[in-house]
C-alpha cells in the first residue's frame, strides 16, 4: 500500500515563493506522482505531474511559474511555487500511480490528506 504525507503549505504573500514536499511510503518505484489542487467550492484541478521516468509537466496555469521535481533516495515529491498569486490559493493534494502511458493529469490511486496554501493579494 501507498501513504502520501503533504508538507509545507501556509500563507504567503502574493509574489511570494514556497515549496511543498510530499513523503510517500509503500510502492515507490516506478510511479507517476502528481500534485493537485481544489479552491473553496471548486473541483480538485491538475497542477503537474512527474512520471516513474523523469519526464515532468505542469498546467497551464502555473507553467512558468511551478517546478515539479523528486527525490527518488527520500521517496520525495516536491512542488517549487514562485510568483504566487490570489488565485493559486487552495488545498495541494499529491497523488501516486503505478507508472503509466495514460495522461498525467488523471485517474491516480493514491492521494495524500492536502496541505493548505493561502495566498494573499
Known amino acids: 500500500q501507498v501513504q502520501l504525507v503533504e508538507s509545507g503549505g501556509g500563507l504567503v504573500q502574493a509574489g511570494g515563493s514556497l515549496r511543498l514536499a510530499c513523503v510517500a511510503s509503500?510502492?515507490?518505484?516506478?510511479?507517476?506522482m502528481a500534485w493537485f489542487r481544489q479552491a473553496p467550492g471548486q473541483e480538485r484541478d491538475f497542477v503537474g505531474a512527474?512520471?516513474?521516468?523523469?519526464?515532468?509537466a505542469v498546467a497551464e496555469a502555473v507553467k512558468g511559474r511551478f517546478t515539479v521535481s523528486r527525490d527518488s533516495a527520500k521517496n520525495t515529491l516536491y512542488l517549487q511555487m514562485n510568483s504566487l498569486k490570489p488565485e493559486d490559493t487552495a488545498v495541494y493534494y499529491c497523488?501516486?500511480?503505478?507508472?503509466?502511458?495514460?495522461?498525467?493529469?488523471?485517474?491516480?490511486?493514491?492521494w495524500g490528506q492536502g496541505t493548505s496554501v493561502t495566498v494573499s493579494s
Open positions: 497523488a501516486s500511480r503505478i507508472q503509466s502511458l495514460r495522461d498525467v493529469s488523471r485517474d491516480y490511486t493514491y
Open positions: 509503500g510502492r515507490t518505484w516506478r510511479t507517476d
Open positions: 512527474i512520471r516513474g521516468g523523469g519526464s515532468s
